[in-house]
């Protein structure tokens, strides 16, 4: 059995069939991970492995589960009881979860088995998988170059054949972008979809749960696994949950589709350009009809997100002080020194920068100034996307201006870094759903992705028309 290319729905399929069981797939899992650990350039995508934990579940494994046992990767972010969960973070590290958070608790109950956990930028800051405590990770199409962030670990793993399916987390755009730098599937639910609920916070108000996969059909499988209200998670939302995987049969014939000049201006290199072209030639064919539009506020989204999340970070984060939470710096002669030492010494540069960054822009003096105004732009945005959806059922972007850019390359320059997210984290601060879709390869090789954007709840109408393109792909 080798889980190579095997999507969630061939998967399930064969554990219905009692091909394998839960166990044998996991453990299939597990030797792909550690025979490309033998690597000098391995992956370095699963930082955990406890298929174990994957077995002991099986054995509770309800009749008719839809996932029927799957094993499936989750993010070093989420709270799993029993596991370690570090946020790819020296300060958490040793850090055993003393609760399965909502998601995965859900996800369990459907069936679905966490087996290991998967690298991740430090706290989920970061869109290449480079500012890890336990090493960078590495694209499995060509490893010289990122498998995206932050979330990159879960892609590489199910564009490597090391995990049939994942879950991420999504701040401003870490499970999309990560998916389309692999290839492969990531879609952001709308805010309050999923529970938060187990997940450490980066950014409470961005914050989103979701899956990735080879296929949009195991999205909308894995979605429906992990969807739904949580009474623990104040944000989420007591609304039904759709049939995802029946909702894809729709056609997307008749629905319009919005195509903002922002996001396919001058700064969108034209390889990447070209690839989506693609995609709206491909939807007008299947009688779409396509709507040219504007999103003015979305030259402001990046200075917005970059302090609303900091913001958020410098507050969520306060936490981890070596004394309620996270690694104590030994010899400390006072609290102040044992504060400023476990923090200093657990946590790395990226994650520093941004709690100095967002308790600048929440200190008296410079609040109004930057983070009212922040709010201000978000809401901008918000009017922004309330008027295109009267207009339009579904937005259409790429999900990065350029290609995949290569391990280092980015590393030394934050504020390039950041403005990669410039098509992701609109969604965010919107709270949106979005989906990424692979849709093309530059002249190396590496992947291009699309990104389709619907009108909150409408996961979907998004799974829908990104499947009608993803099925007639060839795999
Ligand atoms: N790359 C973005 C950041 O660094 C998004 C991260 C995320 O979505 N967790 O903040």
Redesign the pocket.
Known sequence: MNPEKLTLAQAIRGLLKKEYTPGELARACVKAVEDDNRRPDKLNAIIGLHPEKAESLAAGLREGAPLAGAPILVKDNMNVEGLPVACASKILEGYVSPYTGGAVSRLIQNGGLPFARANM?EF????STETSHYGIARNPVNRAYTPG??SGGSAAAVAGGQAIAALG??????IR?PAACCGIVGLKPTYGRVSRHGLIA?GSSLDQIGPITNTVEDAAILLGAIAGYDPNDSTSVDAPVPDYRAALEASPKGKRIGLPAEYFSEGVEPVVRAAVERVVAFYRAQGCEMVPLSLPATKYAIGTYYVV?TAEASANLARFDGVRYGRRSPGAKDLRELYFNSRSEGFGLEVKRRILLGTYVLSSGYYDAYYLQAMKVRRALKNDFDAAFAKVDLVLTPIMPEPVFKIGARSQDPIKM?LS?IFT?VA?LVGVPAISVPCGKDADGLPIGFQLIGRSFDEAGVLAAAHAWDREQPR
Do not use: E, K, L
Request: aromatic share 10%; proline share 0%; hydrophobic share 25%.
């Open positions: 930028d989920a800051m970061g869109s962030g932050s987390s999504d701040t401003g755009g870490s972008q980066f999340a950041y997210d984290v965010n």
